[in-house]
């Protein structure tokens, strides 16, 4: 028998490169956000996916025990709102004010375990145990338009979608083909002017928007197909890295999900590469 007070390993989705349509499947928008689970029992806990506490290091989160008034425990994700949409950057800066918790899954409720029970059942019991209000935000969801939800989300430069099977149990720590993610990626060519070698001797492309590589978007494994010998390159140093300057820098095409405040991507890799003439 479980523990209500014990963590539980989230249940995870597979990405898949397409979005579809399919009567039997829910679809939702992915936040941007950190995974968490609340536990409402004779007290308040939030974990992160891996089982730490949330709550220290955002302890606005203690709000969310005003709008719960019975033992429950939800998956959900944890968000930071800036300029209209989901912000990342605005979630690591832990802003004190901005979180919710969109909330999409029940996995407790009424003293009963709902992990066996298919996914259209837990929505129901999550609506009937909680409503939207304070921090909390209960996900909506649509039946079939999946490829619709995709479309609104890359218009509205959301993360993505979250597909998931409505007969679907709750398989904690597995990451399994009932839930799948599509996610909205962009696309942007850039500059390679100087490598570095990773610790296990393959070669890092520094990838940035100019030639001298004075600004740094972000650094990936080059293509396994590449290599260079250093012997007649520049060598610098850029704080603690030893790097080397390349004669023509590449020209690269890299897939990223967002490019932060501050100009980085995050989530790249490469597409696409040529050397510059």
């Known amino acids: 028998m479980r523990d209500p007070h014990t963590f539980i390993a989230p249940m995870l989705a597979v990405t898949v490169p397409h979005p579809f349509d399919d009567v039997q ?136 979608v979250m597909a998931k099977h409505l007969n679907s149990p709750y398989l904690p720590g597995k990451r399994v083909r009932t839930w799948q993610k599509f996610l909205v990626m962009n696309r942007q060519w850039a500059v390679v002017p100087i490598i570095s070698e990773a610790e296990d001797g393959q070669w890092m492309w520094w990838v940035s928007g100019d030639n001298a590589g004075g600004h740094v978007m972000t650094k990936l494994l080059a293509p396994k197909n590449w290599n260079v010998d250093v012997s007649s390159l520049v060598r610098e140093k850029r704080g603690t890295d030893i790097v080397w300057r390349l004669p023509c820098p590449i020209d690269v095409e890299v897939e990223y999900r967002e490019l932060t405040a501050e100009g980085k991507m995050r989530h790249g890799r490469i597409r696409q590469w040529r050397t510059s003439n």
Not at 72 to 101: C, M, T, Y
């Open 25 to 160: 499947w829910r679809y939702e928008i992915k936040w941007d956000g950190y995974r968490c689970q609340i536990h409402w029992t004779d007290h308040l806990q939030i974990f992160s996916r891996k089982g730490e506490s949330l709550l220290r290091q955002f302890p606005d989160l203690s709000d969310v025990a005003k709008v719960l008034d019975r033992p429950v425990i939800l998956d959900g994700e944890l968000i930071a709102w800036e300029n209209g949409k989901p912000s990342f950057s605005a979630l690591q800066r832990r802003h004190v004010g901005e979180h919710r918790v969109i909330v999409f899954d029940c996995l407790y409720a009424e003293g009963e375990w709902l992990l066996t029970k298919p996914l259209k059942t837990r929505l129901e019991y999550l609506n009937n145990v909680v409503s939207t209000q304070g921090k909390i935000v209960v996900a909506d969801g649509v039946v079939e338009q999946g490829m619709a939800l995709w479309k609104a989300a890359r218009e509205h430069g959301l993360e993505g």
